[in-house]
């Protein structure tokens, strides 16, 4: 088979435009094609008023060594690669050696516990949370009653904070395995649409996104895996060997009760923030790492559609349209958007008393009115948060407990349009975009609850992009506060054998531990940590 990329197609082409454009693009006749199947599709959107799909296509054809030798230098024309994934390891029949052990449930925990209890190491996966649908329950009480349960929320439970976001399955890291390809076809096997297979940005949305975590569960346990739920871990049991190695030996739980094991994955999230604490109490190796930090800016999507489609806006082929933005200010800050979730909702993430969080997501529909992102600053230890590797946790804080205050003290949230930020005035009312954020927004001066340089940042930035998407900056644009959750501000770094630098047995992974930052990405070092894993094991 031969791999066929960036052909492009109009709007609405018919089904034998496809053939004839393959035989065209590698000079075939229509005989010399026996087949095509897609393996990707995109828009290029550059020119609204004649908007192209973009194909990645797998080829069949007579002659393939011909056709690869003509395209030699042809970097879109190559053989396809075999994308199927290949266990590193198998337990032996009958394998009775300590479990590893899963901290955290979320994407990065739930495809190391998938990994190793498809080797047949028997996982034991352990969670502060608990089993989704209940997760689900409680995080409604924060966003309909204002009740948080600071162990079953947006950040903690079953799925991680995954669940509770757009879906977004695509991301920039590098994967010349294939890695990310074996996380969607067991997606898809959970009962997610076969078009995350082959869509360029595919997502799959919150309510799709529970039943499929159910799935899994429920595989991994009939792998011999178990889930322990409502489980925090509170400590670990160290042992320091002769030659003054430190070797993990156990892990112990909230009640006090200790499981043996010589092999941890820490799949935490980017907010287990006593974990941290206990982490680095312990003198396991951590430092700093950069984040950002801002507000949730919400527009019509039918704005966003407009601007980016223009005529073809609404098209079943392209959906609702996203974007991405930034800008390098004047005062050496760069502010971008972050996580933008077409015609979804902002919703309240806290997982601490007396903070407010925001952050994004959508259905699979993409079919709520507003348009939201983040539009966050990006922030740097040495310059920020210099005290301490645990620092920015406490900036972190900071800002959320300013925005609660200015929220009125009952999480809801801080909010203002832009048109009076601009103006630097509070908003004592907003317009006629209606915010999302349940359990509702207080209109304030966000300077309330952001430093001096983001307020800063976002004054020179929001010009700047409305005049590269219409309406951006349109006064009535709603903007809520605050995002502070973007990614981990701690890396517990880590050796080229995937353990902890200090601690012999301890494996940080995915985005709590600082390498990761989405559903796709945390899952992939979910599978690498857990091959690292049954390879020490065997």
Not at 7 to 23: G, V, W, Y
Not at 226 to 251: C, I, K, P
Not at 299 to 328: F, I, K
Not at 366 to 381: T, W, Y
Request: proline share 6%; charged share 25%; hydrophobic share 40%.
């Amino acid at each position: 088979m031969i791999r066929l990329s960036g052909l492009k197609l109009p709007l609405d082409h018919p089904a034998e435009a496809m053939p004839a454009a393959i035989c065209d693009r590698l000079g075939l006749e229509p005989h010399e094609l026996r087949g095509h199947s897609l393996v990707r599709r995109g828009n290029d959107a550059r020119r609204r008023s004649a908007i192209l799909l973009v194909y990645t296509l797998d080829i069949d054809v007579a002659d393939e060594a011909g056709v690869l030798a003509r395209f030699a230098n042809d970097h879109d024309v190559r053989p396809t690669p075999d994308t199927s994934y290949k266990f590193v390891t198998h337990a032996p029949g009958g394998w009775q050696g300590k479990r590893p052990v899963v901290i955290g449930a979320g994407p990065c925990g739930l495809f190391a516990g998938l990994i190793l209890a498809q080797m047949g190491f028997r996982p034991i996966i352990l969670d502060r949370g608990k089993v989704v649908r209940e997760r689900t329950k409680d995080t409604w009480g924060l966003w309909r009653r204002a009740e948080l349960n600071p162990d079953s929320n947006v950040q903690f439970g079953e799925g991680g904070a995954g669940t509770f976001s757009d879906g977004k399955l695509y991301c920039r890291v590098k994967d010349p395995r294939f890695l990310g390809r074996k996380v969607l076809e067991e997606f898809v096997a959970a009962g997610a649409p076969d078009d995350i297979l082959w869509e360029a940005h595919p997502h799959i949305g919150t309510f799709r996104l529970v039943t499929m975590v159910e799935a899994m569960r429920r595989q991994i346990e009939a792998l011999g895996g178990e889930y322990r739920w409502q489980h925090r871990v509170d400590d670990l049991v160290l042992e320091r060997t002769a030659e003054g190695e430190q070797r993990l030996r156990g892990v112990v739980l909230h009640d006090g009760s200790v499981i043996d094991t010589d092999h941890v994955v820490l799949a935490v999230g980017h907010s287990a923030r006593p974990t941290f604490d206990m982490l680095h109490g312990r003198g396991v190796h951590i430092e700093p790492k950069p984040f950002s930090i801002g507000v949730r800016i919400e527009h019509p999507q039918s704005w966003v559609d407009r601007a980016r489609y223009g005529p073809c806006a609404g098209h079943p082929d392209l959906g609702a349209a996203s974007y991405s933005l930034a800008h390098h200010c004047a005062n050496g800050r760069t502010v971008y958007s972050f996580c933008m979730c077409p015609g979804g909702r902002v919703v309240a993430a806290t997982s601490e008393e007396g903070r407010v969080v925001t952050n994004g997501m959508s259905q699979y529909s993409r079919a709520e009115f507003n348009a939201n992102s983040g539009l966050v600053v990006g922030i740097d230890p040495a310059r920020d948060y210099p005290d301490g590797p645990l620092a920015g946790i406490d900036l972190q804080r900071h800002w959320e407990s300013m925005a609660y205050v200015a929220g009125g003290s009952s999480y809801w949230a801080p909010g203002q349009t832009v048109g009076d930020f601009l103006a630097r005035r509070p908003s004592t009312q907003l317009g006629d975009v209606v915010p999302s954020y349940k359990p509702g927004v207080t209109p304030t001066d966000l300077a309330r609850c952001l430093p001096d340089y983001v307020i800063e940042a976002f004054h020179e930035a929001l010009p700047a992009f409305g005049r590269q998407i219409a309406h951006y900056d349109h006064p009535d644009a709603v903007m809520t506060g605050v995002e502070t959750r973007t990614s981990s501000p701690i890396r517990i770094t880590r050796g080229k054998d995937f353990q902890s630098l200090n601690v012999v047995g301890l494996y940080p992974a995915g985005e709590g531990a600082g390498y990761a930052g989405g559903i796709l990405s945390a899952a992939i070092d979910g599978i690498k940590v857990a091959e690292a894993v049954a390879r020490t094991l065997v």
